[in-house]
């Protein structure tokens, strides 16, 4: 069946303004986790659904990163008045609900805010 | 906090040898431990877990160890093949509900024909 998927898989735009990264997790996923991996650095992670709330939001860097989900599937990461430090690539995983389920990446986004 | 650090960040070796990475947390509360290759340009996939009621578990050639008392795990690949060569990541969570990930910063593992 069809993996997580994630679009754009590349996102090119200039500081200050706003982009929107999506995710679709795998069907039947009701859990979903958003992770940011800096140029040669581990994944760190921002922000967990359960359907479609957010009980974890801890890893948020600053209130200008928000993400929502509806449907309990597609999930959208939104970060506002991007700058230089926010480039990265940005990680989507989905699993199974409840304790212990293997995560199944997304390709990931790359941004690069000039 | 939970905290995961791992060791080497770099490792080389040549076809056929071992390699070893090994990671260390700080949260006694942890009990899951994941394993996650990615090669260049591609996105991370589970290769092997444990859990904390495990010492070692064994898949073919790689295998994980846990040391719950010194909070330390690591990860053997034994006859190694240039198609091992990858990043490594290491990562740390506590089940109760969900799953959050901390993760190492990566090894980045070349295997040398």
């Known amino acids: 069946g069809a993996g997580v998927s994630q679009s754009p898989s590349n996102k090119v735009t200039e500081k200050g303004k706003d982009v929107e990264l999506r995710c679709d997790p795998i069907?039947?996923?009701?859990?979903l986790y958003w992770y940011r991996q800096s140029l040669g650095q581990g994944l760190e992670f921002l922000i967990y659904?359960?359907?479609?709330?957010?009980?974890?939001k801890s890893g948020l860097p600053s209130d200008r990163f928000s993400a929502e989900r509806t449907g309990g599937s597609v999930s959208t990461l939104t970060i506002q008045r991007t700058q230089q430090e926010d480039s990265a690539v940005y990680l989507c995983?989905?699993?199974?609900?409840?304790?212990?389920?293997?995560?199944?990446f997304g390709p990931g986004t790359r941004l690069t805010v000039l | 906090g939970e905290n995961v650090e791992q060791h080497p960040s770099t490792l080389s070796v040549q076809e056929g040898d071992s390699a070893v990475i090994k990671c260390t947390y700080s949260?006694?509360?942890?009990?899951?431990f994941p394993w996650y290759k990615q090669e260049l340009g591609k996105r991370p996939q589970l290769i092997i877990d444990?859990?904390?009621?495990?010492g070692e578990k064994k898949d073919q050639r790689i295998a994980v160890t846990l040391n719950k008392t010194a909070k330390h795990f690591s990860l053997h690949i034994t006859e190694t093949q240039p198609e091992d060569s990858a990043v490594y990541f290491c990562?740390?969570?506590?089940?109760?509900?969900?799953?959050?990930?901390?993760f190492g910063a990566g090894t980045r593992l070349a295997v040398h024909p």
């Open positions: 995983a989905s699993s199974f609900p409840q304790g212990v389920n293997e995560q199944f």
């Open positions: 949260d006694s509360a942890s009990n899951y």
């Open positions: 444990i859990r904390s009621n495990v």
């Open positions: 069907s039947g996923h009701t859990a």
């Open positions: 990562a740390a969570s506590q089940t109760g509900g969900y799953n959050k990930l901390i």
């Open positions: 659904f359960q359907g479609n709330s957010a009980p974890d």
